[in-house]
């Protein structure tokens, strides 16, 4: 079974840049598009950004796009959520999930970590 890590949250003010980090573990991962999601307090969970695990190719929630870049280093089964002039309102748990089939849904799920973004 394929184990979902991540890190890189932690505390930091509004303009300020974070580096999130999810990294695959276990079985090999076979996947077809990883994401990223969050979900703030008393909020639903709601998605944030996605990168097709062969072609690379990224989608981005409009609350994020020109901020956040998703990235990922094949050979080391790692993605990447870069976070630039960061907002209160993006404080949030965030998780790392995989799609492993096209139309599938997101089936593993990490543990997530916590993000805040002081005013």
């Known amino acids: 079974q394929v184990q979902l890590v991540e890190s890189g949250g932690g505390l930091v003010q509004a303009g300020g840049s974070l580096r999130l980090s999810c990294a695959a573990s276990?079985?090999?991962?076979?996947?077809?598009?990883m994401g990223w999601f969050r979900q703030a307090p008393r909020k639903e969970r709601e998605f944030v950004t996605s990168i097709m695990w062969g072609t690379g190719r990224t989608s981005y929630a409009d609350s994020v796009k020109g901020r956040f870049t998703i990235s990922r280093d094949n050979a080391k089964n790692t993605m990447y959520l870069q976070m630039n002039s960061l907002k209160p309102e993006d404080t949030a748990v965030y998780y790392c999930?995989?799609?492993?089939?096209?139309?599938?849904?997101?089936?593993?799920w990490g543990q997530g970590t916590q993000v805040t973004v002081s005013s």
């Open positions: 276990g079985r090999a991962l076979s996947t077809y598009t």
């Open positions: 999930a995989t799609q492993r089939l096209p139309g599938g849904q997101y089936d593993i």
